[in-house]
């Protein structure tokens, strides 16, 4: 928020503050699927990645495709369903 000029810098300290904030804030943490990172650049690091590293994000890729496609079946069998059932009784 700072970095996009929507809050002062000022708001780091003030947010330290422990007496005027005595705890953390109470809120919803976002859905992490609809996050992504983009445009990052890191000088002099060396990433490691090792093939099991690129199995578990292979396994977790496909588990959410499987879990995906289970959603949109189940979408389209109500879609149909409801239609057939307005019809037969658009019938009636």
């Not at 992504?36 to 199995?55: R, T």
């Not at 977790?60 to 499987?66: H, Q």
Request: with cysteine; charged share 35%.
């Amino acid at each position: 928020m700072v970095g996009n000029k929507l809050e002062k810098p000022t708001i780091v300290k003030e947010l330290l503050d422990v007496e005027k904030y005595p705890r953390r804030p109470s809120y919803k943490y976002a859905n992490p699927d609809g996050l992504v990172l983009i445009d990052c650049e890191f000088e002099n690091v060396e990433w490691i990645d090792g093939e099991d590293q690129s199995k578990f994000l292979a396994s977790k890729l496909e588990n959410k495709m499987y879990n995906i496609k289970i959603g949109l079946s189940v979408h389209e069998l109500i879609k149909v369903s409801k239609k057939a059932f307005f019809l037969k009784n658009d019938r009636s």
